[in-house]
């Protein structure tokens, strides 16, 4: 059973920073990586970041310098900064974990960030 809790979501200035916190529950998996996606209105979903075991991270271009993924036991952070306009969208968690021989990706609800001028 893997399940996931999103928090940190919520309306900011530009310029500004926000926090986000996904807390993964998974019984019986390993979690191989943890990162965040996002989607806009209208807009496909895409990787935002994300961060393995070993500490290695990937990030989209859009967001390099400005947001950081840290990850630490079954909670992975999103630290955002500098955000803008554009960041406003509906951000979600993924877990990929694994039981046995069985790799699966798991998805929290989402949270929103709202960029307000």
């Known amino acids: 059973q893997v399940q996931l809790v999103e928090s940190g979501g919520g309306l900011v200035q530009p310029g500004g920073s926000l926090r986000l916190s996904c807390l993964a529950s998974?019984?019986?998996?390993?979690?191989?990586?943890m990162g965040w996606y996002r989607q806009a209105p209208g807009k496909e979903r895409e990787l935002v970041a994300t961060?393995?075991?070993?500490?290695r991270t990937n990030y989209v271009d859009s967001v390099k310098g400005r947001f950081t993924i840290s990850r630490t036991k079954n909670t992975a952070y999103l630290k955002m900064d500098n955000l803008k306009p554009e960041d406003t969208a509906v951000y979600y968690c993924?877990?990929?974990?694994?039981?046995?021989?069985?790799?699966?990706?798991?998805w929290g609800q989402g949270t929103q960030v709202t960029l307000s001028s």
């Open positions: 993924n877990v990929r974990a694994s039981r046995d021989f069985s790799t699966s990706d798991y």
């Open positions: 998974a019984t019986f998996y390993s979690i191989n990586a």
């Open positions: 961060t393995t075991t070993g500490g």
